[in-house]
């Protein structure tokens, strides 16, 4: 499967043996050799990488493109979301809380205990401006372990009672109750059932042709490598 998004070019092969893999890919990628060559586009190798979404830590011959070997990584970044080896998130969810506290400090004096800023008014920049970061691709990582997704969870615990100016024994249930601004998880567990509804209606070959997912918690997952390539700037 090729994904195509401006100049992020992402490959995806799944199979449970990791060599017809890396065959599929390498053929996947001597018709895109073709094609580059065809139109005068000029790729990076050194800046496109594989990922192999696997427990196993056997090494696995990587797939080529002009000739040079793609190097393997432990994550990549495919349209703003982190994916790691295993799909813990983990990663992912780091980052997002980090640009969350980069965004917070340039409208922090907006919306600190000591702002003059109306209480609805400084919600509203919260929720337009700085939870959208926590949510980002969600419905995506939202089955994340508890443990990774907390890490958001007192993010916005955080804001949130330093906005309403809570004292320490405020329950955060109760602040949540009185601003009428859902707990981060059921924020995005509202956003992946309105994603996840919203799905047979988008037109795009990719989605439409997806298999239906049926859990099988007691089965070995197959293998699946993913290419991230980009023309430079």
Known sequence: MINLYADDTAISATNKN????TRALNKHLALLENYFNL???KINVDKTIAVLFT???????PPTLYST????????????VILDKN????PLIIYARDKFRKSLK????????NSNVYLYHKLLLYTAVLRPILTYASPVWGYAANANINLLVTAQNSIVRCIVKACMYM???????????PP????????AINFYDKLPTINNSNILNMENYTPMDHHRRPRRILLDSYNPP
């Open 87 to 90: 799909l813990t998130w983990k």
């Open 106 to 113: 340039q409208i922090y004096p907006l919306i600190n205990r």
């Open 184 to 191: 981060l998880k059921k924020h995005i567990q509202d956003l």
């Open 55 to 61: 427990k196993r830590r056997k090494p696995v011959t």
């Open 171 to 181: 329950k955060n249930a109760n602040i949540y109750k009185a601003t009428k601004i």
């Open 39 to 41: 139109w005068k586009i």
């Open 18 to 21: 990791t060599n017809f893999v």
């Open 69 to 80: 070997p793609i190097r393997w990584s432990q994550t990549t970044k495919y349209l703003g």
